[in-house]
T-cell receptor, first 115, second 114 residues
């Protein structure tokens, strides 16, 4: 079965705190891709990152960082020094290999950053 | 601007009415997808297409039909709308190839069935 689980439904932090959003996935494919999307209150989906299953190198982009660990099937997302503009729903998604490119989304984590 | 355009952006239907949602992309993408987003459930795949003239079922296809007569358009139809189909619908497209795995999403259609 292919599945993505974001166990944290809602997270609330105060500005400047660090916050980690968890993502656990299930797949039997050896080739797959993992994504994070941001959905601000305006509703559009904003692409944040893509990782393929052969690249476990962690990535940092400004205040954002991602920790991909195949051993635990996790692809966690950390925001350092959070800001009010980070308030949004964040989705983790899995694209299994050779299945028409369809994305399997987690349930989403709603992050609220308070001033 | 290149991208994915969804029409309409908002719609209210009465139970039993029919309607078609249009997704148009001008990037010559092969793959197109229809998702629905419901609170606490993320986005779920309804139907998808891997090329002109092809369609396939996703995770939640019941109550919906699709057509891809032209490469640039992917239509989602509701033959007899039900309140359970109240949702936000997103269309996405993607190009094939080994170097581009990015998806382009439309801005969504908010559908309410009363």
């Amino acid at each position: 079965a292919q599945k993505v689980t974001q166990a944290q439904t809602e997270i609330s932090v105060v500005e400047k705190e660090d916050v980690t959003l968890d993502c656990v996935y299930e797949t039997r494919d050896t080739t797959y891709y993992l994504f994070w999307y941001k959905q601000p209150p305006s509703g559009e989906l904003v692409f944040l990152i893509r990782r393929n299953s052969f690249d476990e190198q962690n990535e940092i982009s400004g205040r954002y960082s991602w920790n991909f660990q195949k051993s635990t099937s996790s692809f966690n997302f950390t925001i350092t020094a959070s800001q009010v503009v980070d308030s949004a729903v964040y989705f983790c998604a899995l694209r299994p290999g050779n299945q028409g490119g369809k994305l399997i989304f987690g349930q989403g984590t709603e992050l609220s950053v308070k001033p | 601007n290149a991208g994915v355009t969804q029409t309409p952006k908002f719609r209210v239907l009465k139970t039993g009415q029919s309607m078609t949602l249009l997704c148009a992309q001008d990037m010559n993408h092969e793959y197109m997808y229809w998702y629905r987003q419901d609170p606490g459930m993320g986005l779920r795949l309804i139907h998808y297409s891997v090329g002109e003239g092809t369609t396939a079922k996703g995770e939640v296809p019941d109550g919906y039909n699709v057509s891809r007569l032209k490469k640039q358009n992917f239509l989602l139809g509701l033959e007899s709308a039900a309140p359970s189909q109240t949702s936000v619908y997103f269309c996405a497209s993607r190009q094939t190839g080994t170097t581009n795995y990015g998806y382009t999403f439309g801005s969504g259609t908010r559908l309410t069935v009363v």
